[in-house]
């Protein structure tokens, strides 16, 4: 027990980094929805609830635009490559780069801050009914943008630190980080909920960053490398602004495709905006728990080889990581795309959520659901292309889907209503993930194995059997209320899916259980082709 303590706290391995990483994502998934049940059992899917998620869109630019392009697109490569020469310069560079992100991300705080009258009111003024919103909603999104306007600057440095810890592959305090935020919502509302509303709701979400960022500086000390202010422009930080730019420009264009649907959504339908978020978030949890867990953990092991120059062991991890997503996601998508309707109405038809709701959020979640590998995957994709210094290409990749989101939202919500964001959603994230694999496929010289189509093909055939066995515990449970439904569904059809991946024997599984402290590279003599 000492010994797992010890290396749970300690580097850990891809695969182990994944599974704890994903279990971490899980309970804040968890903590998550206990937040969207707090908050839908209050106030529904209502006026109420389009203000607060509403007031999430400038904030969330801001960080986007301001910080994580650049602590995600470029920071871990570019420090990983100084500190083989030198620990002491490469500790110097993310001085000067945490200093840059708290003075910017303070100023534009400001900024936003006087700006955020004018910008609510251009995009929020108006009613479904095509009349002018009350003053008074108008002023409730605009002081919950004011007091969410702390979460760039705490954010900015809670990931400024998250990616030096990751790059140490200390991953428990990049973990535990997302609950403290939930659970932070979740006591707000809880305690102060009654009395204030959605603010006591955004006041949780300032304490849950503050304790975000608690988590990682606590544990930031092990790295080695001290806190301070550096002012130094050097070579290596203009790197860092250089690949951040086109990584900022893909997030950009995803926020783009937020506001976007939140500015149609107001406009379309009461409780809309509240719908695609209740649905966006469900929808969320394979993808966080899969995509970004996995991604992440694999991150560090492919720049590692990038700095090596070992293709083989890049492609190795990279073919490794994408059977482990999929193995997760493609069933995921599946069972919930089929249990959607039972999903909504076990989780939040009660209290001020109702029947009207009900049907608004089923919509979305059953269209988006078929994202969720596509969603997964390019996390990865993107990742690698970052490995590889490019942060051009996924950039790319978010611009177009913004432009297949953007436009078939437009098209498709006169036909379907709120439904259509989880049809444009899910096939933006497609166009996306096919672009990148084209690309990757062209300038890298993608090569896959015999091994590893054979895995692939299993997991589809094991997704096929849950899918009949999913479809007929609904049929038979007919009369069983929703969580009877749900529970059935869930049960047999994981049992049938992992039953028959047992026997079918998938051999890449395996490490997602294993505790490794060193990067599994591929046996020398397996073909490539």
Same mark, same amino acid.
């Given at each position: 027990?000492?010994?797992?303590?010890?290396?749970l706290?300690?580097?850990?391995?891809?695969?182990?980094?994944?599974?704890?990483? %994903?279990?971490?994502?899980?309970?804040?998934?968890?903590?998550?929805?206990?937040?969207? @049940?707090?908050?839908?059992?209050?106030?529904?899917?209502?006026?109420?609830?389009?203000?607060?998620?509403?007031?999430?869109?400038?904030?969330?630019?801001?960080?986007?635009?301001?910080?994580l392009?650049?602590?995600?697109?470029? @920071?871990?490569?570019?420090?990983?490559?100084?500190? &083989?020469?030198?620990?002491?310069?490469?500790?110097?560079?993310?001085?000067?780069?945490? %200093?840059?992100?708290?003075?910017?991300?303070?100023?534009?705080?400001?900024?936003a801050?006087?700006?955020? +009258?004018?910008?609510?009111?251009?995009?929020?003024?108006?009613?479904?009914?095509?009349?002018?919103?009350?003053?008074?909603?108008?002023?409730?999104?605009?002081?919950?943008?004011?007091?969410?306007?702390?979460?760039?600057?705490l954010?900015?440095v809670?990931?400024?630190?998250?990616?030096?810890?990751?790059?140490?592959?200390?991953?428990?305090?990049?973990?535990?980080?997302?609950?403290?935020?939930?659970?932070?919502?979740?006591?707000?509302?809880?305690?102060?909920?009654?009395?204030?509303?959605i603010?006591?709701?955004?006041?949780?979400?300032?304490?849950?960053?503050?304790?975000?960022?608690?988590?990682?500086?606590?544990?930031?000390?092990? %790295?080695?490398?001290?806190?301070?202010?550096?002012?130094?422009?050097?070579?290596?930080?203009?790197?860092?602004?250089?690949?951040?730019?086109?990584?900022?420009?893909?997030?950009?264009?995803? !926020?783009?495709?937020?506001v976007?649907?939140?500015?149609? $959504?107001?406009? %379309?339908?009461?409780?809309?905006?509240?719908?695609?978020?209740?649905?966006?978030?469900? !929808?969320?949890?394979?993808?966080?728990?899969?995509?970004?867990?996995?991604?992440?953990?694999?991150? +560090?092991?492919?720049?590692?080889?990038?700095?090596?120059?070992?293709?083989?062991?890049?492609?190795?991890?990279?073919?490794?990581?994408?059977l !482990?997503?999929?193995f997760?996601?493609?069933?995921?998508?599946?069972?919930?795309?089929?249990?959607?309707?039972?999903?909504?109405?076990?989780?939040?038809?009660?209290?001020?959520?109702?029947e009207?709701?009900a049907?608004?959020?089923?919509?979305?979640?059953?269209?988006?659901?078929?994202?969720? +590998?596509?969603?997964?995957?390019?996390?990865?994709?993107?990742?690698?292309?970052?490995?590889?210094?490019?942060?051009?290409?996924? =950039?790319?990749?978010?611009?177009?889907?913004?432009?297949?989101?953007?436009?078939?939202?437009?098209?498709?919500?006169p036909?379907?209503?709120?439904?259509?964001f989880?049809?444009?959603?899910?096939?933006?994230?497609?166009?996306?993930?096919?672009?990148?694999?084209?690309?990757?496929?062209?300038?890298?010289?993608?090569?896959?194995?015999?091994?590893?189509?054979?895995?692939?093909?299993?997991?589809?055939?094991?997704?096929?059997?849950?899918?009949?066995?999913?479809?007929?515990?609904? !049929?038979?449970?007919?009369?069983?209320?929703a969580?009877?439904r749900?529970?059935? =569904? *869930?049960?047999?059809?994981?049992?049938?899916?992992?039953? $028959?991946?047992?026997?079918?024997?998938?051999?890449?599984?395996?490490?997602?259980?294993?505790?490794? &402290?060193?990067p *599994?590279?591929?046996?020398?003599?397996?073909?490539?082709?």
């Amino acid at each position: 027990m000492s010994q797992f303590i010890k290396q749970l706290f300690g580097p850990l391995g891809a695969g182990a980094g994944a599974l704890l990483l %994903t279990s971490a994502n899980l309970a804040s998934y968890i903590a998550g929805l206990i937040r969207d @049940l707090v908050l839908a059992h209050t106030l529904g899917a209502s006026a109420d609830t389009d203000a607060f998620f509403a007031g999430f869109l400038i904030p969330d630019f801001l960080f986007n635009f301001l910080v994580l392009g650049f602590v995600s697109g470029a @920071l871990l490569p570019v420090f990983l490559n100084t500190e &083989k020469d030198s620990k002491q310069h490469a500790e110097a560079v993310f001085q000067s780069f945490l %200093t840059l992100v708290i003075i910017v991300t303070t100023f534009f705080a400001i900024t936003a801050f006087v700006c955020a +009258p004018f910008l609510i009111k251009h995009f929020f003024a108006e009613l479904p009914s095509g009349l002018s919103r009350p003053s008074a909603e108008l002023a409730q999104i605009l002081t919950v943008t004011r007091i969410l306007l702390l979460s760039p600057i705490l954010f900015g440095v809670s990931n400024s630190l998250g990616m030096i810890l990751l790059a140490k592959r200390r991953f428990l305090s990049m973990a535990i980080s997302p609950i403290l935020y939930n659970v932070g919502i979740i006591l707000g509302l809880v305690f102060f909920g009654s009395t204030y509303g959605i603010m006591a709701a955004a006041w949780g979400a300032v304490a849950g960053a503050t304790m975000h960022l608690l988590s990682r500086a606590l544990d930031f000390p092990s %790295t080695h490398i001290s806190l301070r202010l550096r002012t130094t422009f050097s070579p290596e930080l203009l790197t860092i602004i250089r690949l951040g730019i086109p990584k900022t420009l893909g997030l950009v264009a995803f !926020q783009l495709v937020l506001v976007t649907f939140a500015v149609i $959504a107001t406009k %379309t339908e009461t409780g809309g905006l509240a719908a695609w978020n209740y649905a966006r978030n469900v !929808q969320s949890l394979p993808v966080s728990l899969f995509g970004i867990a996995f991604a992440t953990a694999a991150l +560090p092991f492919l720049s590692a080889f990038e700095v090596q120059k070992n293709m083989v062991g890049f492609h190795h991890r990279l073919q490794k990581s994408t059977l !482990q997503i999929l193995f997760f996601a493609l069933p995921a998508a599946i069972g919930l795309m089929l249990v959607a309707h039972e999903t909504v109405d076990a989780l939040f038809v009660r209290g001020a959520f109702g029947e009207r709701a009900a049907m608004l959020t089923t919509g979305v979640l059953f269209w988006i659901s078929l994202s969720i +590998p596509f969603e997964s995957l390019t996390h990865l994709f993107s990742r690698a292309f970052l490995a590889n210094k490019n942060t051009l290409l996924p =950039a790319l990749g978010k611009v177009l889907f913004l432009a297949v989101a953007a436009s078939a939202a437009y098209l498709l919500t006169p036909i379907f209503g709120i439904a259509a964001f989880g049809i444009a959603f899910s096939l933006a994230a497609f166009a996306e993930i096919v672009l990148l694999l084209l690309v990757f496929w062209q300038r890298y010289s993608l090569q896959i194995t015999r091994g590893f189509l054979s895995s692939l093909a299993k997991i589809i055939a094991a997704t096929a059997l849950l899918a009949i066995i999913v479809s007929a515990v609904l !049929q038979f449970g007919e009369s069983l209320n929703a969580f009877g439904r749900l529970g059935g =569904a *869930i049960t047999f059809g994981a049992i049938a899916y992992f039953g $028959a991946v047992l026997a079918m024997k998938i051999p890449e599984i395996e490490e997602i259980f294993l505790f490794r &402290k060193k990067p *599994i590279t591929p046996p020398k003599d397996e073909a490539y082709e």
